[in-house]
């Protein structure tokens, strides 16, 4: 796979260009594209920059991070505070993000979006109002491990780090769940399965497979 060097400006501004004119296959009038990859790589931050970049072109993208709906403490730890397998499989609500983020952008859905569900810091619920997302605008949704599930996403760009890049820019704390990572790899094959790569080991630059 050839990939070319560019800036992160760059970048996202050629994302925000595809994105204009993307039109989703089933017919839904808001696109959904899925920003995949683990914290280190900084998805959100890139699924930030797209949206800025989009509003010029008269789009009003809304950003939802899954890091906002993680199930409750009681859930998550379940199997104790650094259980792997608890966190690839149990610790993103798939269920809320699908009624309450991408139900609402289907075919003759009402188009407004719940941007966050649960705060991990409280353990409870935000009580965020939903985001009406005009038609034409796209759904930004940024995270780890979003490939493994059936989300109906129109485009997909993953955000990818070398086995000693991801160590290196995980906290020390959360080192446990580097495993999950090396899971997903093996298992989905994010690299090769999304739209769009993004090679991130250097932060400052980039390159892409555009």
Do not use: C
Not at 34 to 58: K, S
Not at 87 to 102: H, K, P
Not at 130 to 141: E, Q
């Amino acid at each position: 796979m050839r990939l070319e060097a560019i800036t992160w400006e760059r970048l996202a501004d050629r994302l925000a260009d595809r994105l204009r004119d993307l039109a989703p296959a089933d017919g839904s009038p808001w696109p959904r594209v899925a920003f995949d990859g683990a914290p280190a790589a900084r998805p959100g931050e890139l699924a930030a920059r797209v949206a800025e970049a989009l509003r010029p072109r008269g789009r009003a993208a809304v950003v939802v991070g899954t890091e906002g709906f993680l199930r409750p403490a009681s859930l998550r730890y379940e199997y104790g505070h650094q259980d792997v397998d608890s966190y690839y499989d149990g610790w993103f609500d798939t269920g809320a993000l699908w009624r309450e983020v991408l139900g609402p952008l289907h075919p003759g859905g009402e188009g407004r979006v719940l941007p966050d569900l649960w705060d991990p810091v409280t353990d409870r619920a935000t009580r965020s109002p939903a985001v009406p997302l005009p038609p034409g605008s796209p759904l930004l949704l940024h995270g780890p491990f979003l490939l493994k599930e059936a989300f109906p996403f129109d485009l997909t760009v993953h955000l990818a780090l070398s086995p000693g890049a991801l160590r290196r820019r995980t906290p020390e704390e959360e080192r446990w769940t580097l495993p999950a990572y090396e899971r997903y790899d093996r298992e989905i094959g994010p690299v090769a399965a999304a739209d769009v790569l993004v090679r991130a080991d250097d932060p400052r630059h980039p390159a892409w497979n555009g």
